[in-house]
């Protein structure tokens, strides 16, 4: 009996789930003709299917349809990191505490200003980063922060009904008063976007400054509270499932992914986002002399 066919997928998004760069950058790559699919100059808008081949950056690989493990990390972020893989100045990013992973890479689920702390996800499913941060799948954010000074209810109402920034209206979904006395107070706040600095600009526009923002929930995602800062936890397979679930993507990944033919080097993009399953044995520890039974 033959197999079931596998559903073709456009070849950017393959290549960004296998860890070969963004899904923008490798859409400008194909554009400019670096990418072939089976000898030929590939195309916007090319679709691949099990048995293609792939060309790109002097090494190859074949369309393979096989289980993908994939790996989401939640990371409570402190200050002084960025969101970036790396810096030109040479401060701290958030990839430098990740654990490795092997034929695949870590994207992170929007981004955090070097300010914030609090939950950051970070995964190796590119089709739910994607996802988790269009515009289109309205995932809420929440944040909480600490103002200088005690809004009014009429500020709480004008944040609610949505104020003009730069980059266009913007406006928190809820906001729950959470404390504080003197000059200092606690709100959440929830957005449903992920505009550059945007919690930090809503209050601002009433004249109001934040002191502390820290996010606490991503989705269907909580940051977990006795996960310190610069510490990461790994979801379950379950809770990846419910991540894809929640912004209506199907629970298990496409079954598509890349293969590099054998010799063709160790420490390459391969099977897109299945981690490496071997255990380093642990040494042994033995008790001293005097501890051992006799």
């Known amino acids: 009996m033959k197999p079931p066919k596998t559903t073709p997928e456009r070849l950017q998004k393959l290549m960004a789930a296998a860890g070969l760069g963004s899904r923008r950058g490798l859409e400008k790559q194909i554009a400019e003709g670096n990418v072939r699919v089976n000898g030929e100059k590939a195309e916007l808008g090319r679709t691949v299917t099990t048995g293609d081949t792939i060309a ?3 090494k190859s690989w074949r369309v393979v349809s096989e289980p993908v ?16 893989r790396s810096d030109p100045e040479g401060r701290k990013t958030v990839f430098d505490r990740l654990p490795r992973v092997k034929n695949a890479r870590w994207v992170a689920i929007g981004r955090l200003d070097m300010n914030t702390t609090g939950l950051l996800l970070l995964t190796t499913d590119g089709e739910l980063a994607h996802a988790m941060m269009h515009p289109s799948s309205n995932v809420d954010r929440e944040y909480a922060c600490r103002i200088r000074g005690k809004a009014s209810e ?3 109402q004008h944040l609610k009904d949505g104020v003009e920034l730069d980059d266009g209206p913007a406006s928190f979904s809820d ?3 959470a404390g504080g ?6 709100y959440h706040v929830t957005i449903m976007e992920g505009r550059n600095r945007e919690v930090r600009r809503l209050w601002e526009s009433q004249g109001l400054t934040v002191s502390r923002l820290k996010r606490v929930r991503y989705g269907a995602a909580f940051l977990p509270k006795r996960l310190r800062m610069g510490q990461w936890s790994e979801l379950s397979p ?3 499932e ?4 929640d912004i209506g993507l199907p629970a298990a990944p496409s079954g598509l992914s890349l293969k590099q033919p054998p010799g063709s080097g160790r420490g390459k993009p391969g099977r897109a986002g299945r981690p490496d399953s071997r255990k380093k044995k642990q040494p042994r520890h033995r008790k001293p002399r005097n501890q051992r039974r006799r």
């Open 175 to 177: 906001i729950q008063e």
């Open 56 to 58: 790109f950056d002097d």
């Open 154 to 156: 009429e500020q709480l």
């Open 181 to 186: 006395t003197g000059e200092n107070y606690w």
């Open 238 to 240: 379950r809770d990846h």
């Open 69 to 84: 493990l994939h790996r989401t990390l939640i990371y409570n972020k402190p200050e002084g990191e960025l969101t970036s």
């Open 242 to 245: 419910v991540l894809r679930s």
